[in-house]
């Protein structure tokens, strides 16, 4: 089992900041996912730790040694690509099996580790096969197959699973959890899917214009958004943020030095006349089925609620807000940065 | 649409193409067959039908067994040798070196310049005592030589031209192919600790094979194709050391104007290029891995 960790990695190319002095760790036998929106940094930074680019500043660790410097064979880690990266011209057999020949694994060995990572798998019927005769969630499981039989301790995904559809997706999502937990990997996996994260993560690095927003497990970072960009990440539909005037209510105009943020299901409808609740206006109705999004305009900001089941309530009807003092996050709105949790 | 009238429209588009493909191509090489088994027609001798006579002549002349043997040594000194450098200049080339465009562009010089140009610069490579290879021969203290002019030399003058042209033109292909490959195939290989030479061997080489297939037809059909920079530079001498085929014919139709016996010979040659072309696919296809 080997832990990664990276310190102040950074890879420029030119003016271009892909990634900008970042640093975390990876617990052995833990799953952390990279996550950000598309151009962060993700697959740059999982690519300097593969060792398929090299930084131009900083350090990576993997079980203890420094492998800054080292080819990507030497660094004792196996990769899923996202276009699979599988060979065409060669069956699944030998497709998992490249790594091993070139490795000069013997026969024996090959053939064992092959069984395994076909039942583990289910790929027991199309070992003969060519990729192209393959679909896509066949070819993505040949491609974890190649990861397997390596038996790297680090194993480096990148997103694995954005050219599936969102069945197939859900499924693979709770089977590379499970492969994970089964083969005790340290498993680094970049994706731009918040629902990813949250489901499989142990840890999520969360990162913004090459730079790390936010490094927690996930129900820390559900609970305790530590910017505003990173409230908005996570969650569907995400926290509302709304600006606060001077006296800490929620401003007429935009602008002012601290914002608010609470999540649409921490909000609840009440009539109007309920002391202490905020006053609003429906704008507009969403019915989802288990429950609706009741989106409400106060002053100059616009407040989504998740009301449970089909709420009665109309467009344009005046409607009371309240949630508890708990279910308020603060933000400092010139630098993004949460100021103060709620009350415990 | 309806079956029928999609069949419809299928020939119609195709008709075009067919009409002209049937007059100048089809047609032209039936008509090469009928010929070779008539006797060429003089003044006050019409053409007549003679069996296989032509043939028969063909086997009894000594100018057509030294120019089939040329030309087969001709495409075994080519061949190989143009592919096996276009594939290293390819994967020279694509390598991600300073001024590569410049070094593509410069191995593809010698496809793009005209043929008489060519034979031109080849010409002056090879005269004796002032051309550049008796220069550079005269530094070391050797004696002139008549390249163009020693049977001995003379093909093999024509092997070292040939290769220069044709593998900058074959590179071209071997570049598309290596450029069309996902760069991810090399860090997935490169990751599992895969070797250059090892991932040439497994995987870059089998992934080339269509192309090779491709150019390696062409390179046949170029090989006995060839006829204008023997016409420019040596004209099939001396003693017919350079006699190729093609010039064979050329020779035989337009200087002679023995129809007949042209035609004949013409058949020949359509007859080796359809079996190498045919064992080329039927062989080669088996072993390819498309797309
Ligand atoms: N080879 C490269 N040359 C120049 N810029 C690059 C290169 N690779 C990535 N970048 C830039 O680095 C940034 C991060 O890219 P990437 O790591 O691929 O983002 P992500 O995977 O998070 O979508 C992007 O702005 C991208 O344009
Ligand atoms: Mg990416």
Redesign the pocket.
């Known amino acids: 089992m080997s832990d990664v960790v990276v310190e102040k990695l950074a890879r420029h190319?030119?003016t271009?900041k892909?990634?900008d002095g970042v640093s975390f760790k990876v617990e052995a036998g833990s799953f952390a996912v990279l996550l950000?929106?598309?151009?962060?940094?993700?697959?740059?930074?999982l690519r300097l730790i593969a060792g398929l680019e090299s930084p131009t500043g900083g350090s990576i660790r993997i079980a203890g040694q420094d492998v800054t410097g080292l080819p990507p064979a030497k660094r004792g880690i196996a990769m899923v690509f996202q276009s699979y990266a599988l060979f065409p011209h060669l069956s699944v057999a030998q497709n998992i099996c490249f790594g091993l020949e070139v490795r000069h694994v013997d026969a024996a060995e090959r053939k064992r580790r092959l069984e395994r990572a076909a039942e583990l798998l289910g790929l027991g019927k199309l070992l003969d096969r060519k990729p192209s005769q393959l679909s896509g969630g066949q070819q993505q499981r040949v491609a974890l197959g190649r990861a397997i039989v390596a038996q790297a301790p680090v194993c480096l995904m990148?997103e694995p699973l954005s050219n599936l559809d969102a069945q197939l997706r859900h499924e693979m999502r709770l089977e590379i959890r499970e492969l994970q937990r089964r083969l005790s990997m340290t498993m680094i996996y970049?994706t731009?899917d918040q629902v990813e994260a949250m489901t499989m993560a142990d840890q999520v690095v969360l990162?913004r214009d090459?730079k790390i927003e936010q490094d927690a497990a996930p129900d820390a970072l559900y609970a305790h958004p530590a910017t505003i960009f990173a409230a908005r990440f996570i969650g569907t539909p995400p926290m509302n943020v709304v600006d606060l005037d001077d006296e800490g209510r929620i401003a007429d105009a935009p602008g002012g030095a601290g914002a608010l943020g609470v999540r649409p299901e921490d909000i609840v409808v009440v009539p109007i006349e309920t002391p202490g609740a905020v006053q609003a206006r429906v704008e507009s109705i969403e019915y989802l089925g288990a429950d609706t999004l009741v989106a409400a305009r106060k002053g100059a900001g616009r407040l989504v609620a998740r009301v449970p089941g089909k709420a009665k309530i109309e467009a344009g009807a005046a409607i009371g807000l309240a949630w508890t003092q708990e279910a308020q996050h603060i933000f400092d709105n010139r630098t993004g940065r949460r100021v103060a949790d709620p009350p415990a | 649409m309806s079956k029928a009238r999609a069949t419809i429209y299928g020939w119609l588009l195709l008709g075009p193409a067919f009409v002209l493909l049937a007059a100048f191509t089809h047609w032209p090489a039936i008509a090469t067959l009928y010929h070779s088994f008539h006797s060429t027609a003089r003044r006050n001798r019409p053409s007549v039908y003679v069996g296989l006579d032509n043939y028969q002549g063909m086997i009894d002349d000594p100018v057509f067994w030294q120019a089939l043997i040329n030309n087969f040594w001709y495409a075994v000194g080519t061949i190989p040798v143009s592919i096996g450098l276009a594939l290293l200049m390819a994967l020279w080339v694509n390598e991600k070196l300073a001024g590569r465009t410049w070094l593509r562009l410069a191995y593809f010089t010698p496809t793009v310049l005209p043929m008489i140009a060519v034979a031109n610069i080849w010409l002056f490579f090879y005269t004796p005592d002032y051309g550049l290879f008796d220069q550079i021969r005269g530094l070391f203290g050797l004696r002139a030589t008549n390249w163009l002019g020693e049977p001995g030399t003379v093909l093999g003058c024509l092997i070292v031209m040939t290769i220069w042209k044709e593998a900058g033109f074959f590179m071209i292909f071997y570049l598309a192919a290596l450029q069309s490959m996902p760069p991810n195939l090399a860090e997935a290989a490169a990751i599992e600790g895969c070797g250059r030479w090892t991932f040439f061997r497994r995987v870059t080489f089998p992934l080339l094979m269509p192309t090779t297939l491709f150019v390696l037809v062409n390179a046949v059909i170029g090989a006995f194709r060839m006829v204008d920079h023997v016409v420019a530079l040596t004209a099939g001498g001396p003693n017919n050391a350079s006699m190729l085929l093609l010039v064979m014919i050329y020779d035989v139709a337009f200087r002679y104007w023995d129809v007949a016996y042209a035609a004949t010979l013409t058949v020949v040659l359509l007859a080796i290029l359809g079996t190498v072309a045919l064992i080329q696919f039927v062989v080669l296809e088996k072993r390819i891995h498309y797309r």
């Open positions: 190319w030119g271009t892909a990634l950000g929106p598309s151009g962060c940094g993700k697959s740059t930074l990148d970049v731009h990162l090459g």
